[in-house]
């Protein structure tokens, strides 16, 4: 990944034996705020001018994905937001990491992991792995090479950031959990810190536990997940 994409950061924030469960008031009103706020600041003719979103189409060409066809997490969030369709309030977790990713236009993944049997990676596809879309009993197979998020040889999001699977979403009942802040130039290291704080802050305000945060990158490639 990193030789691939060597300013490429990938934030990791680690939570443990939080409470999740139905977002409450506050929460809500501040992400129907942050659409707002976005609404304002970006129209439908401008969303492949934004730096932010460009660059994250330039690395999918890059890779043979067309963008216009598996978008980014964070473009397709950004579109529905800007189509005037309310995000819905699905639990904490889920809601203050979309919260997150419209504020500061990254994508942001968050995987349940009470249960992990094994490490994860984000890596190159064999193409033998599995992957179960959530909402579906289908099982798909990675295309080899393709870039994937995976435990052992379990897909947990395709295409780098596209899409993620049944097997680590975040439930009410989720006591742990693991967010990827990923980030491209012109996000820099150091807004990536600040982004991860910030999910730090809030998980502790909305969902307590503890949160520990470190960011990948080609001089540091491997963070652990446990305490």
Not at 15 to 23: C, E, M, T
Not at 117 to 123: C, G, H, I, K, V
Not at 155 to 176: D, F, G, I, M, Y
């Amino acid at each position: 990944m990193f030789s691939k994409f060597p300013a490429y950061r990938r934030g990791i924030i680690i939570a443990h034996d939080i409470v999740n469960g139905d977002s409450p008031e506050e929460l809500v009103t501040n992400l129907r705020d942050a659409e707002k706020v976005l609404c304002q600041q970006l129209t439908n003719d401008a969303i492949l001018l934004h730096p932010c979103i460009a660059s994250w189409r330039g690395a999918y060409r890059s890779l043979g994905i067309k963008p216009s066809e598996f978008r980014p997490s964070m473009e397709a969030l950004v579109r529905r937001v800007l189509k005037k369709d309310p995000l819905p309030a699905i639990n904490k977790v889920v809601d203050l990491g979309n919260l997150i990713s419209i504020q500061h236009l990254v994508p942001i993944g968050a995987h349940a992991i009470d249960h992990l049997t094994a490490d994860m990676d984000l890596r190159l596809a064999t193409g033998d792995e599995i992957f179960e879309p959530f909402g579906t009993e289908l099982v798909e197979h990675p295309n080899p090479g393709e870039i994937i998020f995976a435990e052992g040889n379990t897909v947990l999001t395709r295409r780098w950031t596209w899409r993620q699977s049944k097997h680590t979403l975040v439930l009410p009942e989720t006591t742990a959990v693991e967010f990827n802040v990923d980030a491209l130039p012109p996000i820099t290291h150091e807004e990536v810190e600040q982004i991860c704080g910030d999910i730090a802050v809030l998980v502790t305000k909305y969902c307590g536990g503890r949160t520990s945060y470190g960011i990948l990158s080609k001089d540091n490639p491997v963070i652990k997940l446990n305490d």
